[in-house]
């Protein structure tokens, strides 16, 4: 499914992107807009959790609620969740003295709650996955989380009930297999350690699959190949490389792109192409909290 990356232009603005390949459900994903004090139902437990930053990204609204795909919020953190299948470890039963999480609600307690990885880190042990129905009633999803900041680009893999934060190697996530997998194979591909040089330098073009390691293996390539964009070509460039694993609507697949977002995460600034929709917008996180207090969505 979903693919997600992370790069620089030459002025070192930081810039987040991801294609959303995940089946729509009832509602469509749109660019939406989230304000701070927001307050957020979430499961199981049906408490709230009140918005300390404001968030725009791409989200669902599902049964009166906001489902997050993937957004920044307004100290400049990001996330995505992307899927984990046959990977995940939760918890069967709401745990005591911790903050109880469906799998939907760990990025809005990421986005909501914190301005930068380490304050997750260090918040990490205070959660616990369970694994119950979000409000949509839809199964139970496996998911892991990319997340990124000044400090770097970061991944949450909850392959047991203790979670940790690692380093994402070359700032890029697709789906299972684990990261560790995907980095192995990538070092066979290239017979060695796999820097940019001897990725940049890598002369055969891979054949075209559905696969989270083909599409792994192809976008750590191509990003690889890119030269460092200027600001003006940098929504462009991020792009460019996303469309390289988008996902065509296929008879008998569920999982097809639905939308190609790319964050400037130094400024704010979202562009959201909207494949199943064929439209395009492009927002500013600090306009929209200048002028809204309540959600807006992108039609």
């Not at 807009?33 to 725009?56: D, N």
């Not at 890029?172 to 997998?181: D, K, S």
């Not at 697949?253 to 494949?275: C, K």
């Not at 199943?276 to 309540?294: G, P």
């Amino acid at each position: 499914m979903c693919t997600a990356i992370t790069f620089k232009d030459r002025t070192q603005n930081a810039y987040f992107g991801r294609t959303m390949d995940f089946p729509q459900k009832a509602t469509p994903w749109r660019l939406t807009y989230v304000p701070v004090g927001y307050q957020w139902q979430i499961r199981p437990s049906e408490k709230y959790l009140t918005g300390k930053y404001a968030l725009l990204g791409g989200m669902r609204l599902a049964d009166g609620h906001y489902l997050i795909g993937d957004a920044v919020n307004s100290a400049g953190l990001a996330c995505a969740e992307l899927y984990f299948p046959n990977q995940v470890t939760y918890y069967d039963s709401p745990q005591f003295y911790r903050i109880n999480l469906t799998p939907q609600d760990v990025i809005t307690w990421i986005l909501t709650q914190h301005r930068n990885v380490k304050e997750v880190a260090d918040h990490l042990t205070q959660i616990a996955i369970v694994g119950q129905q979000w409000y949509d009633r839809d199964i139970v999803h496996p998911f892991h989380w990319i997340l990124t900041d000044d400090t770097g680009t970061y991944l949450i893999e909850p392959t047991s009930e203790q979670l940790t934060i690692k380093k994402a190697p070359r700032g890029i996530l697709t789906n299972a297999p684990a990261i560790t997998e995907h980095e192995a194979k990538l070092a066979k591909l290239v017979g060695g350690t796999p820097t940019r040089e001897r990725l940049a330098a890598f002369p055969k073009r891979l054949p075209i699959t559905r696969t989270p390691s083909n599409r792994y293996l192809r976008t750590a390539l191509t990003l690889a190949k890119q030269p460092i964009p200027m600001k003006r070509d940098a929504f462009l460039l991020g792009r460019k490389v996303l469309e390289r694993v988008e996902m065509e609507p296929l008879e008998g697949h569920e999982d097809y792109t639905h939308y190609i977002g790319v964050i400037d995460r130094s400024h704010l600034d979202y562009d959201f192409t909207d494949i199943e929709f064929n439209q395009h917008h492009r927002a500013s996180l600090r306009h929209l909290m200048k002028k809204y207090d309540k959600p807006v969505v992108f039609h």
